[in-house]
């Protein structure tokens, strides 16, 4: 073999393991390279994991403690009930049978505000649907057993939009304390609720022919109106109350995210 | 006369309903069970036209008492006794063949309505129970065999103002019927809601060869 041979040889044979290095060292750094933006992946994807499985294990918790104040304390009001009722069809003292009725609608009351705290701990419930339902059937309930004639109406509703146990039950309880409120006070022969939200919550609540109130003399008489303006700045919604000839007009205001809930499900 | 019997596992509950039947003229209340393992054992021979179900029974459910009892008596009617009307367990007692439910906290006079609607061929029904029953038989991914009975556009239209929240008396006048006609409707779809339930099982013997 001559020099010039050998040199070429060398060469090329040099220059091939330099490109094999090179190629080599390109695909263990790309490997390297996948390996951790997969380690990466995964980390991520374990804490959403870990993220989901805590929220679903807070959810069953939720669900358990619901469970169980049901069957419980629920069955254990309804003995007190019956037991009252019992007494009070078995005496003709009359101081007894009025002290013994009290017991029973106490009962009675608390087994339905449980329901209502059962109610808004349901994540099944967290979407405007589960609140609009509850709130219609309360509502036309309510008024028709006192005899107010009354209308319900949904405009331009998304079912869908997600809403959390907490401003839900804030909601029920201002709307019932309004009504509550209505009828003890507004002599209102009728009473129309309107509901619109896309995605963001407006009740309206119009008193027909309502002797009306002030609502800030009615502040400092009760705790009811009190109590509504605390749910409303706990939920950062808005309540404003307006006279219009002889109704009496309140506007219930809360910002939704347009965020969809779709979880309720059969389990 | 209207015949009816009694599961519940506490006592003073269960003698004060009795009471409240018996002093009706209409109807008549001669036998109580503690337990659903006596009633699984007695209900069958006796003559019955309705029995109330407490739910929560110390050893079997009270579901487990109707899915025994519905097939052994098919003219019974079986009405759940419950504290709260927004329940799974409702839903679950209904698709094991209960036909209505009364709740335990109800006046004495809305309870003996309850019984005489029942009686009758009525239902109620609220509004998570019928979203529940629409997701049953729209979201049903198991084809259905002949014994699969689908819900009529009014059944389905009638479901859906349920689920809104809406009264009785005000799907009657939305849909121009009458109220009994709506609670009618209601018993009918509970009805489908058992075969559909029983289809479901039937469908998942299909698929895996075995009863889970």
């Given at each position: 073999m001559r020099e010039e041979e050998l040199i070429v040889v060398t060469a090329f044979t040099a220059s091939l393991l330099l490109s094999a290095l090179l190629i080599w060292f390109f695909i263990s750094y790309q490997k390297r390279k996948n390996e951790y933006v997969n380690s990466q992946k995964d980390a991520q994807l374990r804490e959403q994991e870990l993220i989901i499985q805590n929220q679903l294990n807070l959810e069953n918790e939720r669900n358990r403690i619901a469970s169980e104040m049901h069957d419980d304390l629920g069955s254990g009001l309804t003995v007190i009930k019956y037991l009252s009722d019992n007494i009070v069809s078995n005496t003709f003292d009359n101081t007894i049978k009025e002290d013994v009725n009290k017991i029973a609608t106490y009962s009675t009351v608390l087994v339905k505000n449980m329901s209502e705290i059962i109610w808004a701990m349901?994540?099944?419930?967290?979407?405007v649907q589960g609140l609009i339902s509850y709130l219609r059937r309360f509502s036309v309930e309510f008024l028709d057993d006192n005899n107010v004639s009354n209308t319900f109406k949904e405009n331009d509703?998304?079912?869908d939009i997600n809403i959390s146990g907490e401003k839900r039950r804030n909601l029920f309880l201002v709307v019932k304390e309004l009504l509550h409120n209505s009828v003890k006070y507004?002599?209102?022969?009728e009473i129309n609720i309107s509901i619109t939200g896309q995605p963001d919550l407006e009740i309206v609540i119009i008193e027909k022919q309502s002797v009306g109130f002030d609502p800030l003399i009615m502040k400092e008489k009760g705790n009811g109106l009190f109590n509504i303006e605390k749910r409303m700045a706990n939920i950062e919604g808005k309540i404003s109350y307006k006279r219009e000839d002889n109704d009496m007009i309140i506007k219930i205001f809360l910002h939704l995210e347009p965020e969809i809930k779709t979880n309720f499900k059969s389990e | 006369m209207i015949k009816i019997s009694i599961i519940e596992d506490i006592k003073d509950v269960a003698f004060s309903v009795q009471a409240m039947i018996n002093s009706q003229s209409d109807m008549i209340c001669d036998h109580i069970f503690h337990n659903a393992e006596e009633a699984m054992m007695f209900v069958p021979h006796q003559d019955t036209d309705i029995v109330i179900v407490d739910i929560?029974?110390?050893?079997?459910?009270g579901i487990d008492a109707i899915t025994t009892l519905k097939g052994k008596c098919p003219n019974v009617l079986f009405c759940m006794f419950t504290v709260y009307e927004d329940d799974e367990k409702i839903f679950r007692s209904l698709q094991a063949g209960a036909n209505g439910y009364i709740l335990k906290g109800a006046s004495k006079d809305k309870i003996l309505t309850s019984i005489r609607e029942l009686a009758e061929g009525g239902s109620p029904m609220s509004p998570t129970i019928a979203r529940r029953i629409i997701e049953t038989f729209t979201e049903k991914k198991v084809q259905p065999t002949n014994n699969a009975l689908p819900l009529t556009t009014r059944e389905m239209e009638l479901l859906q103002l349920l689920a809104k929240g809406m009264l009785y008396k005000e799907i009657g006048e939305t849909l121009s019927i009458t109220t009994g006609t709506v609670k009618q409707h209601i018993h009918k779809i509970y009805e489908k809601l058992q075969v559909t339930n029983k289809t479901e099982a039937i469908n998942k013997l299909n698929v895996n060869g075995v009863a889970n």
């Open positions: 349901n994540s099944r419930f967290d979407n509703l998304n079912y507004s002599k209102a022969k | 929560g029974l110390p050893r079997a459910s």
